[in-house]
C-alpha cells in the first residue's frame, strides 16, 4: 500500500465509528449487555417473544482512554426475537432456535459533520441452541450467524447501520439460582468475523477489503431475588483479540484517534431491575455505564427487555 492511500484511508477512519459502538469498520452486530437474568437458563418447551427496547450515546475514545474531539453517537434502537424450545432432546439437552431482527435510529458526529440514518440492523440466527439444567445449575451452548441485512453506505459510515459483513459466534451461557434468590448468571461469546468487501475511505475513493479483528465479549449479571422481583448489577465486557487491516494490511497507529491494528475494548456496568408475573412474563430494565473504553466509542446505555410466552 503507498504512503499516499494509507494517509487518506487513516484520515478517513479517523473519523469512523460506524455504528454506535464500533471499535472497527463496521458497528457491533450484537448489542452487548442485553443478555443478563437466566442468561444461561433457557425456559421450558413452547414459544416465546423477547422485546429489546435501548438507548445508546458516547464520545468516540482514542487507543488511550482519550476523547476524540468533536466526536458523538447517539442511537434507539429496538430488536424483535423470536425464541422457539422444542420438546427434542439432544445429547440429554434441551433443542431451541431463535432469530433476532433490529430497527435502529442513530445519529453520529464525527469530526466532519453529524448524520442520521433508520433502518434494519443486521438479521441473526440460530437454529441449534442446546440447553441443560441440573439443580442450581443451568448452562447453554449455541451458534449464532450474523447476516449483514443492515443498511451500508460505502464511504459514509454516518450513513451505515449494518456491518457489511457475515459473522459467526459461538456460545456458552451459564446461571447459577440458589435456594436463598441470588443468581450469578454470564453469556460468553467470541464473534468471528468476515471481511467487508466494499470498504471505502472516502465516497469517491477506490473499493477495498477491510478486515475487522475478531472479539471475545460476554454479558454478566450478579442479582437477587425478592419474590417476584429482583435487583442487580449488570454489564458487560469486549477485548478486540485480532487487528483490523485494509487490504491484507494492519492498520498502522493514528495518534490522538487509534493504537495500531485499532483493537477496541471496554468495560462497562450498572444497576439492574426485573420483576416476573406467575404467568411468566418477565420486565428488565437496567442502565449500563462504559469504563476503560479504547478504539471505541464510550459512553451510557438504557434497556427495556420484555419477555413473553405465547
Given at each position: 500500500?503507498?504512503?499516499?492511500?494509507?494517509?487518506?484511508?487513516?484520515?478517513?477512519?479517523?473519523?469512523?465509528?460506524?455504528?454506535?459502538?464500533?471499535?472497527?469498520?463496521?458497528?457491533?452486530?450484537?448489542?452487548?449487555?442485553?443478555?443478563?437474568?437466566?442468561?444461561?437458563?433457557?425456559?421450558?418447551?413452547?414459544?416465546?417473544?423477547?422485546?429489546?427496547?435501548?438507548?445508546?450515546?458516547?464520545?468516540?475514545?482514542?487507543?488511550?482512554?482519550?476523547?476524540?474531539?468533536?466526536?458523538?453517537?447517539?442511537?434507539?434502537?429496538?430488536?424483535?426475537?423470536?425464541?422457539?424450545?422444542?420438546?427434542?432432546?439432544?445429547?440429554?439437552?434441551?433443542?431451541?432456535?431463535?432469530?433476532?431482527?433490529?430497527?435502529?435510529?442513530?445519529?453520529?458526529?464525527?469530526?466532519?459533520?453529524?448524520?442520521?440514518?433508520?433502518?434494519?440492523?443486521?438479521?441473526?440466527?440460530?437454529?441449534?441452541?442446546?440447553?441443560?439444567?441440573?439443580?442450581?445449575?443451568?448452562?447453554?451452548?449455541?451458534?449464532?450467524?450474523?447476516?449483514?441485512?443492515?443498511?451500508?453506505?460505502?464511504?459514509?459510515?454516518?450513513?451505515?447501520?449494518?456491518?457489511?459483513?457475515?459473522?459467526?459466534?459461538?456460545?456458552?451461557?451459564?446461571?447459577?439460582?440458589?435456594?436463598?434468590?441470588?443468581?450469578?448468571?454470564?453469556?460468553?461469546?467470541?464473534?468471528?468475523?468476515?471481511?467487508?468487501?466494499?470498504?471505502?475511505?472516502?465516497?469517491?475513493?477506490?473499493?477495498?477489503?477491510?478486515?475487522?479483528?475478531?472479539?471475545?465479549?460476554?454479558?454478566?449479571?450478579?442479582?437477587?431475588?425478592?419474590?417476584?422481583?429482583?435487583?442487580?448489577?449488570?454489564g458487560y465486557y469486549l477485548k478486540q483479540t485480532g487487528?483490523?487491516?485494509?487490504?491484507?494490511?494492519?492498520?498502522?497507529?493514528?495518534?490522538?484517534?487509534?493504537?495500531?491494528?485499532?483493537?477496541?475494548?471496554?468495560?462497562?456496568?450498572?444497576?439492574?431491575?426485573?420483576?416476573?408475573?406467575?404467568?411468566?412474563?418477565?420486565?428488565?430494565?437496567?442502565?449500563?455505564?462504559?469504563?476503560?473504553?479504547?478504539?471505541?466509542?464510550?459512553?451510557?446505555?438504557?434497556?427495556?427487555?420484555?419477555?413473553?410466552?405465547?
Open positions: 500500500m503507498n504512503k499516499q492511500l494509507r494517509n487518506a484511508i487513516l484520515v478517513a477512519l479517523g473519523a469512523l465509528a460506524a455504528g454506535t459502538a464500533g471499535a472497527k469498520e463496521g458497528g457491533d452486530q450484537y448489542p452487548n449487555g442485553i443478555e443478563t437474568w437466566f442468561a444461561g437458563a433457557v425456559p421450558p418447551p413452547g414459544n416465546y417473544f423477547i422485546n429489546y427496547l435501548g438507548h445508546y450515546s458516547g464520545d468516540l475514545y482514542n487507543g488511550e482512554g482519550k476523547r476524540v474531539a468533536g466526536t458523538s453517537a447517539s442511537a434507539w434502537f429496538n430488536a424483535f426475537r423470536f425464541v422457539k424450545v422444542s420438546g427434542i432432546k439432544v445429547l440429554g439437552g434441551d433443542w431451541a432456535g431463535h432469530v433476532i431482527l433490529p430497527v435502529v435510529h442513530q445519529r453520529l458526529n464525527l469530526g466532519g459533520g453529524s448524520a442520521s440514518a433508520s433502518g434494519l440492523g443486521d438479521l441473526t440466527i440460530d437454529p441449534f441452541i442446546v440447553a441443560w439444567h441440573k439443580g442450581d445449575w443451568h448452562w447453554t451452548v449455541g451458534l449464532d450467524i450474523n447476516l449483514p441485512t443492515g443498511r451500508y453506505k460505502s464511504g459514509d459510515p454516518r450513513q451505515s447501520i449494518g456491518a457489511n459483513y457475515w459473522s459467526i459466534e459461538p456460545i456458552f451461557a451459564f446461571t447459577w439460582l440458589s435456594q436463598g434468590g441470588w443468581e450469578v448468571s454470564a453469556k460468553l461469546m467470541y464473534n468471528i468475523k468476515g471481511g467487508n468487501d466494499d470498504f471505502r475511505a472516502a465516497p469517491d475513493a477506490a473499493r477495498q477489503k477491510y478486515d475487522s479483528g475478531d472479539d471475545f465479549h460476554m454479558d454478566y449479571l450478579v442479582g437477587r431475588r425478592f419474590g417476584p422481583w429482583g435487583v442487580g448489577l449488570s487487528d483490523d487491516k485494509v487490504d491484507g494490511e494492519v492498520i498502522d497507529a493514528l495518534p490522538g484517534v487509534w493504537s495500531r491494528g485499532r483493537r477496541g475494548e471496554v468495560l462497562a456496568a450498572g444497576p439492574s431491575l426485573t420483576y416476573s408475573t406467575k404467568g411468566g412474563t418477565m420486565l428488565i430494565a437496567q442502565w449500563q455505564h462504559e469504563f476503560e473504553r479504547e478504539n471505541r466509542f464510550g459512553g451510557d446505555k438504557a434497556l427495556l427487555k420484555l419477555v413473553m410466552p405465547f
